[in-house]
């Protein structure tokens, strides 16, 4: 069955930097269009990074642009998200997702805090 398992939260000071990663397994990851979204307290969840199947042109949006940098190796079915200049208000559950044909998969979320 579809896997996406998410790695790499924590607690990291103000101006820090995280990795996250997100391994994917049961489906063809080569083909599929991966993205990394967050969740808040008493937000609904949004769009953090998104990239194609061929690691082209990724997606941010203009708020995170300069500061995130969303990256795939296809080879190990692996989707990173490499988060820098961290602020208070990044703090939120992040969730990576693979999107294939109408199929739309989640992974269980990992915890990103960052104290002021």
């Known amino acids: 069955q579809v896997q996406l398992v998410e790695s790499g939260g924590g607690l990291v000071q103000a101006g820090g930097s995280l990795r996250l990663s997100c391994i994917a397994s049961g489906f063809t990851f080569s083909s599929s269009l991966m993205s990394w979204y967050r969740e808040a307290p008493g937000q609904e969840r949004e769009l953090v990074a998104q990239?194609?199947?061929?690691?082209?042109?990724?997606y941010y949006p203009h708020s995170l642009e300069g500061r995130f940098t969303i990256s795939r190796d296809n080879g190990k079915a692996t989707v990173n998200l490499q988060m820098n200049s961290l602020k208070p208000e990044d703090t939120a559950v992040y969730y990576c997702?693979?999107?294939?044909?109408?199929?739309?998969?989640w992974g269980q979320g990992t915890q990103v805090t960052v104290s002021s």
């Open positions: 990239i194609t199947p061929s690691g082209v042109s990724p």
């Open positions: 997702n693979a999107a294939f044909g109408i199929s739309s998969y």
